[in-house]
């Protein structure tokens, strides 16, 4: 039987994998989407775990590509729940009449260049092999869950879920003593409305986390209104900004004004209830830390007053790295969940957990029983969707042993040796520091029209050259350096994962800036890339 032959495999069908199917189709490429869920989604097809929801106010966490899409949908919440966010991106598959092209419940297993041909010969877990001239990774940052090998996992006798492949039926935690082991985004975001069901919650805190109330609510309809009306307007803001949303970038440090302007500042921030609003209060909050330390002392002082009992809001206090450094969560009631006589805060620093028994977690404290446990633990971050697949460049080269000491890649689009394959948000590239879907739209852009560039010129192959891709990673690593984000355990650098090689992943040059780079090597015809 001959290999079936397509012009593109895109895999995922969450926002990337979506908009590239759209924007490939349009160039009339032949496209095919590889996607492991049983719907299109992809995080947002996952992240089913109770509170899910984004941390980028809504109004801006969509696409703009489309001024009609733009303007006729409306977000019924500031923060959009996961189950609103699912329906937008399904509307917008069948809006576009994307399902064709996609093949739902298959996983690409492995990618293998073939030098011969120039092309990609694609395997997936269907049992199929095709052969493809592009391949467009569209995984997701934070898509592969990292379950930590606790001594004891396998003996526990309830139910065991992580927050990233949360059941589709609903959960009913009532009258179950519950155990959450994680208070990033997703614990703290399940933890208030799991303790409202549950008769007891326990909660495993390895280190506390910045978070801040988002203050959600129904969005403000003339605000939105005003938004929409100007959307082209409203797009090139987004996509020239420093974080893929709108703001007024800060012009002073916070050491230049006096402390009662900036505690007054830093209120007024808290009281929006945005992610970006208290970080982008000064333009040295992430530079300087002495800076830091005020911004870092006003969010522990706001998290103090909120816990009644003073032992417990001590171990919820964070210390020791700046704010910011790890993501800061949004939240809603997520401290005071901590005034409920059903809520048990674990300082898992202080009582190491020692195993998970059949009956629940035992510390070094004693034992705590349990009927379900939760891991809110997070993912391997960046990279980890990537590497799960067994991808093979030039003479057999794998990606894994490509990034053994880290990512490294060119501009995070594109990996020396593997030609005519592209990371949408790769490491090096802003993703994780922005609105990821203007991040997203503009990768999927930008390589929508190199491969526009490669056609009109009778070229088949892209690939990253090598000495270009040294450069760039040493300015992605440079740039971080420059900040204190390096001094801090978090995913950003790989921190969470043990043995992961610790590299600061993301791009941290800003949305607006690293767009008008990439425009540059564009329009002078991609320096930094063999065209063949
Ligand atoms: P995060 O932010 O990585 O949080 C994971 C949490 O799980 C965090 O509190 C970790 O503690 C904790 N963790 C991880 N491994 C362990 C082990 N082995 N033992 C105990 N505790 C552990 O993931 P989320 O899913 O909450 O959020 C990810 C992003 O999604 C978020 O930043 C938003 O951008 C959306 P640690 O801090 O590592 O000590």
């Known amino acids: 039987m001959s290999t079936r032959h397509v012009d593109a495999v895109v895999v995922g069908a969450g926002f990337a994998g979506l908009y590239a199917l759209h924007k490939l189709r349009q160039q009339g490429l032949d496209v095919q989407v590889f996607e492991a869920g049983s719907d299109v989604g992809g995080t947002w097809f996952w992240n089913r775990y109770p509170g899910a929801r984004c941390d980028i106010q809504s109004v801006f966490y969509n696409y703009t590509f489309d001024d009609d899409l733009a303007r006729e949908w409306v977000w019924s919440e500031k923060y959009a729940s996961q189950p609103e966010i699912l329906r937008y991106l399904q509307h917008v598959a069948d809006r576009f009449d994307l399902r064709r092209d ?24 269907a049992g199929e092999t095709l052969e493809a001239t592009y391949v467009v990774l569209g995984v997701g940052l934070l ?117 009662e302007e900036r505690v007054a500042t830093y209120a007024s921030r808290w009281d929006d209830g945005t992610l970006t609003g208290i970080l982008q209060s000064y333009n040295d909050l992430v530079r300087n830390q002495a800076s830091n330390d005020t911004a870092s002392e006003f969010v522990r002082s706001k998290i103090a007053e909120m816990v009644d009992d003073p032992e417990v809001a001590e171990d919820l206090v964070p210390r020791g790295y700046a704010f910011g450094t790890k993501r800061p969560c949004l939240d809603t009631g997520y401290y005071a969940t901590y005034n409920r006589d059903n809520v048990e805060l674990v300082s898992i620093r202080r009582t190491p957990i020692e195993r998970i028994t059949p009956s629940g977690v035992r510390t070094s404290a004693g034992e705590h029983p349990l009927d379900v446990l939760i891991f809110a ?30 990512p490294s890649s060119m501009l995070g689009i594109a990996v020396a040796g593997f030609p005519n394959l592209f990371t949408i948000t790769g490491p090096g590239s802003p993703s994780a520091l922005s609105n990821a879907v203007i991040s997203i739209e503009q990768h999927v852009e930008w390589v929508s029209d190199l491969l526009a560039h490669l056609r009109s010129e009778g070229l088949q192959v892209a690939e990253a050259d090598e ?32 043995g992961k090689p610790r590299v600061f992943l993301p791009y941290i040059g800003g949305v607006g800036a690293y767009r008008a780079h990439c425009d540059r090597v564009a329009d002078d015809g991609y320096p930094g890339f063999a065209l063949s």
């Open 377 to 406: 633990t997070g993912y391997d971050a960046m990279t980890g969707s990537l590497l799960a697949m067994e991808i093979f460049g030039r003479d057999g080269l794998s990606l894994r042993e490509a990034w053994a000491d880290g």
């Open 102 to 125: 996609i093949a739902l419940e298959t996983r690409v297993t492995e990618l293998r260049f073939d030098e011969d041909n120039s092309r990609w010969s694609v395997r997936t877990d």
């Open 143 to 259: 898509s592969s869950a990292n379950m930590p090998d606790i001594p004891g996992r396998d003996d526990f006798a309830g139910p065991i879920l992580h927050t990233g492949h949360w059941p589709h039926e609903p959960v009913d935690f009532t009258g179950k003593r519950v155990g959450i082991i994680g208070t990033g985004s997703s614990g703290i975001q399940t933890i208030p409305i799991v303790a409202e069901q549950a008769e007891h919650l326990t909660v495993f805190q390895r280190t506390p986390n910045f978070s801040l109330p988002a203050h959600n609510s129904a969005p403000d309809a003339e605000e939105v209104a005003a938004l929409r009306a100007r959307h082209p307007e409203v797009r090139e803001q987004l996509r020239n900004s420093s974080y893929g949303i709108l703001h007024d970038p800060p012009t002073q440090g916070a050491l230049d004004v006096s402390d």
């Open 467 to 498: 000495v270009a891709q040294k450069e760039w990673t040493a300015h992605v690593q440079a740039a971080g350096n420059a900040t204190l984000y390096p001094q801090t355990d978090s995913w950003y650098m790989g921190a969470n994962i043990p």
